[in-house]
């Protein structure tokens, strides 16, 4: 027999083959897989005393006493990352992201997991709710000394550094925590409208109360001698606090649909730099994220009078495509949006769910953005959106999920010291504070899984080295995957979006 025709009898089942061989890149599509473990993986920072249900099993009580030393009860919120500190201003933020992801995409949600995301919520705005009690005169800004913490590789549970609580009392002023925090408990109270209406309430109240903390005593938290030692360089606020107060006030009109916070905005855009770095999301600058927010009453409800906010948000969707003449985000060789300054997958992550968020609005309204040279619809955000979002679970240069615990190939040694350290539960002695530098200078695999969590990922190149050392690649944080939520329950509903 000739040999192109033993070839020509050979293909079709060669084909057959390799249609049912195990794909590396099989995983990257689960999306579903994806929510349950972004989900997840904020019961990995959780502070405080740990339910009966809790799932990530190798994680115990810790910061019992947090609160003590102003006789307050400080207890619960989330560490922010792979460290010990409850930073006020970036918690509120994920829980603004985390309320926002329930309101947008919860009906995509499978029942089960829409419940776990409203536990993940409440176990921020219950500490949050803790932290605003003192209004009208004194609010919590954060607990623990970071400078003293960073100083130590030590689990959670063994913590023995200063639990210092940073305070600000007015008139002192801390317009970003407090307008974060407005934001936060207004969004919340949407998400738990219809599951905990008497909760959703007291969240409102709270919120109205932070809000008029912020305004009332405008100015940055970080402005504060006494506070800028223990936040900055951390979660200084770097972009000013004007955005924040916009932020705020628009969540108080979403949730409470009171006409004061529809004036507080028409009125005050310009004053307060509305127009100023359209271009940013994430815990320091709310602007593009309160542009698509407010943008929601000029497309679907002809409030003609905020159509400057929607003219930013169509500005920021068209920088964001390739095609446009105003495109101007920089993209890595394999297609991920790329910042400099580390924990690049904050960016994909918070872009990605205003793409989506966006489309949505545009598509119930039956319009586009136009940008330029060309007509951008919902279909064209979604499936920039998709881009990134399968980048990160997998489909880059690398082949690696950034997601810990997604797939077969994520990375191993993250920037986490709960991770990093064996389990209280497999080594119940302590292990105190310089103790942790073997485990921190190992090469061994982390012994635990963080599992769900997102980290920086790679830089402008593509490249990632697997790394405890290089925490801006490597060390994730809630703010990273609290809007990564609600982008893969869209996912889930919609796997190919057109």
């Known amino acids: 027999m000739a040999l192109s025709s033993t070839l020509n009898l050979i293909k079709p089942l060669l084909i057959l083959v390799l249609l049912h061989l195990p794909s590396h890149n099989s995983s990257y599509l689960e999306y579903s897989d994806a929510l349950s473990r972004s989900i997840l993986f904020f019961e990995?920072?959780?502070?405080?005393?740990?339910?009966?249900?809790?799932?990530?099993?190798?994680?115990?009580?810790?910061?019992?006493?947090?609160?003590?030393e102003v006789s307050a009860d400080l207890t619960g919120g989330y560490y922010d990352a792979g460290d010990n500190v409850k930073f006020g201003f970036p918690m509120a933020f994920t829980a603004t992201m985390l309320a926002w992801s329930v309101i947008e995409f919860g009906?995509?949600?499978?029942?089960?997991?829409?419940?776990?995301?409203?536990?993940?919520?409440?176990?921020?705005?219950?500490?949050?709710?803790?932290?605003?009690?003192?209004?009208?005169?004194?609010?919590?800004?954060?607990?623990?000394?970071?400078?003293?913490?960073?100083?130590?590789?030590?689990?959670?549970?063994?913590?023995?550094?200063?639990?210092?609580?940073?305070t600000v009392e007015a008139p002192n002023t801390a317009s970003d925590v407090a307008g974060e925090t407005a934001a936060a408990l207004a969004a919340s109270s949407i998400a738990f409208r219809s599951s905990d209406p008497a909760y959703s309430e007291t969240l409102l109240r709270t919120a109205v109360k932070a809000f008029e903390f912020a305004d009332t005593y405008r100015g940055a938290y970080s402005d504060n001698s006494d506070i800028r030692d223990g936040v900055c360089p951390f979660y200084c606020d770097f972009d000013g606090y004007q955005d924040e107060l916009l932020w705020g006030a628009a969540w108080l009109r979403r949730a409470s649909q009171d006409d004061s916070y529809l004036n507080y905005i028409q009125n005050n855009g310009k004053t307060l730099g509305a127009d100023d770095n359209i271009n940013e999301f994430g815990w320091d600058n709310k602007h593009a994220g309160l542009n698509v927010l407010v943008s929601k009453e000029v497309l679907e409800g002809n409030m003609y009078s905020l159509q400057s906010y929607k003219a930013s948000a169509d500005s920021f969707m068209c920088t964001l495509t390739p095609d446009s003449d105003s495109s101007h985000i920089e993209y890595t060789p394999g297609g991920l949006i790329y910042r400099p300054g580390g924990s690049n997958l904050?960016?994909?992550?918070?872009?990605?769910?205003?793409?989506?968020?966006?489309a949505n609005y545009l598509q119930r309204s039956s319009q586009s953005v136009?940008?330029?040279?060309?007509?951008?619809?919902?279909?064209?955000l979604r499936q920039m959106a998709k881009r990134q979002v399968d980048y990160i679970l997998g489909e880059n240069p690398k082949g690696m999920s950034y997601m810990v615990g997604y797939s077969n190939y994520y990375p191993q040694r993250i920037h986490h010291r709960g991770s990093s350290l064996p389990s209280i539960k497999d080594?119940?002695?302590?292990?105190?504070?310089?103790?942790?530098?073997?485990?921190?200078n190992s090469s061994d695999p982390n012994p635990n899984v963080l599992v769900g969590a997102i980290v920086g990922g790679p830089g402008e190149d593509d490249m990632y080295d697997d790394t405890r050392e290089d925490f801006r690649k490597s060390e994730p944080t809630t703010y990273i995957n609290a809007p990564f939520v609600?982008?893969?329950?869209?996912?889930?509903?919609?796997p190919n979006p057109s």
């Open 44 to 68: 990995g920072q959780r502070s405080g005393y740990l339910p009966n249900d809790q799932r990530i099993v190798w994680r115990a009580n810790s910061g019992l006493g947090d609160g003590w």
């Open 427 to 440: 080594h119940p002695q302590m292990i105190a504070c310089k103790e942790g530098s073997v485990y921190f």
């Open 107 to 166: 009906d995509s949600m499978p029942a089960g997991e829409l419940r776990n995301a409203l536990v993940a919520v409440r176990w921020a705005t219950d500490y949050l709710l803790k932290t605003v009690s003192q209004l009208p005169n004194r609010i919590f800004v954060q607990v623990g000394d970071p400078i003293k913490d960073h100083s130590c590789w030590e689990r959670p549970e063994d913590m023995d550094t200063a639990r210092t609580v940073y």
């Open 370 to 380: 136009s940008c330029g040279n060309i007509n951008v619809g919902p279909t064209t």
């Open 346 to 358: 904050q960016h994909a992550t918070t872009i990605s769910f205003l793409l989506l968020v966006y």
């Open 486 to 494: 609600g982008v893969l329950a869209y996912f889930v509903a919609n």
